[in-house]
């Protein structure tokens, strides 16, 4: 069974323009969520999707946002990029259940903002 | 407010014998607690889960303690292999409601096993 997977692995944008993450849950899997690594933050959540419908939103700005096709894979789109923005992005994929259920996790994409 | 503590930034073992990372947390609401392995760039790898319903969770070499009580919960490792070297996270969730996908993420320890 493949597991959760995230293109593209590293990115270098300028300030001031806009990237598209994506993320491939594992099969069977409706639920996807993203969070943002950073050394100061550690691991922050970012929004969950479930059957292409955000279900909860992290404190992050409005630049911030996703979207769920209806295949379960993700898009994460960061726009007007800070260098503040530079993290390790990660998403992770569920069976999205109401009880608690694992989440795996991608390898990440590594975004560096100059 | 940090909601999952881990106090530990840091833990060395001797190969073979038992690694205990520790994790508290403040929100009475949790009520599902993972605890994933994650290496330098890399996602986090999950280990081992445990419902508030139960207070031990067994999983080969990998156990987890939850002490509801107390709000803490622990992984032990038996016995430490230099494989296990990386850094430990744990979460916790709340089960539905606004919470759906959220995990809260502790800020990690970092496990050296010596060989």
């Known amino acids: 069974k493949a597991g959760v997977t995230q293109t593209p692995r590293y990115l270098i944008k300028t300030r001031g323009q806009q990237v598209t993450l994506s993320c491939s849950p594992i099969s069977g899997h409706r639920s996807v969520s993203w969070y943002q690594q950073t050394p100061g933050q550690g691991l922050q959540f970012l929004f969950e999707y479930f059957s292409e419908t955000q279900r909860n939103k992290g404190n992050f700005p409005g630049r911030f946002s996703g979207r769920q096709f209806s295949n379960s894979r993700s898009e994460m789109n960061v726009s007007t990029l800070e260098l503040g923005d530079s993290a390790l992005y990660l998403c992770?994929?569920?069976?999205?259940?109401?009880?608690?259920?694992?989440?795996?996790f991608g390898q990440g994409t590594r975004l560096t903002v100059v | 407010d940090q909601q999952v503590k881990q106090n530990s930034p840091s833990l060395s073992v001797q190969e073979g014998r038992i690694s205990i990372l520790n994790c508290d947390y403040t929100n009475s609401m949790f009520d599902y607690f993972l605890w994933y392995k994650k290496y330098p760039a890399e996602g986090p790898t999950f280990l081992i889960s445990i419902s508030s319903i139960k207070d031990k969770n067994e999983d080969g070499r990998f156990t987890v303690f939850l002490n509801k009580s107390a709000k803490h919960l622990s992984l032990h490792i038996v016995p430490s292999q230099p494989g296990d070297s990386a850094v430990y996270f744990c979460?916790?969730?709340?089960?539905?409601?606004?919470?759906?996908?959220?995990?809260?993420f502790g800020q990690g320890t970092i496990l050296t096993v010596h060989p």
């Open positions: 992770a994929s569920s069976l999205g259940q109401a009880k608690g259920t694992e989440a795996f």
């Open positions: 979460a916790a969730s709340v089960a539905g409601g606004t919470s759906y996908g959220k995990l809260t």
